[in-house]
């Protein structure tokens, strides 16, 4: 018996079903090759390649230490303290005859020793009482040290044996050079990930991330003994990120 009130233009309810699900597979289908581009766009945007960049500067320094120190002897405390004032007031004038100013020279403390407390060979006894000290003499004038340094005979000249003469330079502009390092640095990188992407069949695009590193200084010729050096050598690697596009 048929069913009075269904709609002669009516379909069949498996037909209905049969679109439905043809809509929904279609729909799916799209869809699903929407997140699948996306996936592979993202994945696309998250590759990249990590390189480090090297840059190097040498630099002249700015800053001048330069410690003198001699002794002198007695037969007693005062003679050897005497003996000491007298050659600290010759080797502070033949510093100022060479150029440096007196507030450039700075007097180290005066260590007086007597030689009968330190056991071992005794001295002859005008040399009992051992007075040692000197100076340092700081200055930016760093050409000035330089000369001043390679002549220390003119210390003998003025009754002075120097035990020590040792300088040490410093480089203290460091602000000044690194934004062009960091500069250096980073194109130095660029042109290491521009190999890399160009025997990958890829091309370098922007940078992902940086890290600058540290700045070292040392002697243009050798990594140690940096700061008897009156050039010096100021070296930063820094490690970067870029993204690679096809």
């Keep these: ?3 009075t009130n269904a709609s002669p233009h009516a379909a069949p309810r498996s037909s209905v079903a049969f679109i439905s699900a043809l809509i929904l597979a279609a729909g799916l289908a799209t869809g699903g090759g929407l997140i699948a581009g996306a996936i592979r766009d993202a994945r696309h945007f998250d590759q990249s390649v990590e390189v480090r960049g090297l840059a190097e500067q040498v630099v002249k320094s700015d800053q001048a230490s330069w410690q003198l120190n001699f002794t002198t002897f007695g037969a007693d405390a005062l003679s050897a303290n005497r003996a000491w004032a007298d050659k600290m007031t010759a080797l502070e004038q033949t510093l100022k005859a060479q150029g440096f100013k007196a507030e450039n020279i700075r007097r180290l403390p005066l260590s007086l020793s007597d030689s009968f407390g ?5 001295p002859p006894l005008n040399q009992r009482f051992r007075a040692n000290g000197g100076v340092v ?4 004038d760093v050409d000035l040290v330089d000369r001043a340094s390679r002549t220390t005979e003119t210390f003998v000249s003025a009754g002075v044996v120097l035990d020590n003469s040792y300088v040490r330079y410093f480089f203290t502009d460091l602000n000044r050079i690194k934004p062009g390092m960091l500069k250096a640095a980073t194109a130095n990188a660029r ?10 069949g890829v091309v370098v695009g922007n940078i992902k991330s940086a890290n600058q590193g540290l700045f070292a200084i040392s002697s243009p010729v050798s990594d140690y003994d940096a ?6 050598k100021v070296r930063v690697v820094s490690r970067i990120q870029f993204f690679i596009e096809p």
């Excluded at 700061?227 to 010096?232: D, G, Q, R, V």
């Design 1 to 3: 018996m048929s069913d």
């Design 118 to 122: 330190n056991g071992g060979n005794l």
């Design 137 to 140: 003499v700081e200055t930016t």
């Design 191 to 200: 042109e290491a990930a521009a190999t890399f992407a160009k025997d990958s």
């Design 227 to 232: 700061e008897s050096s009156l050039m010096k």
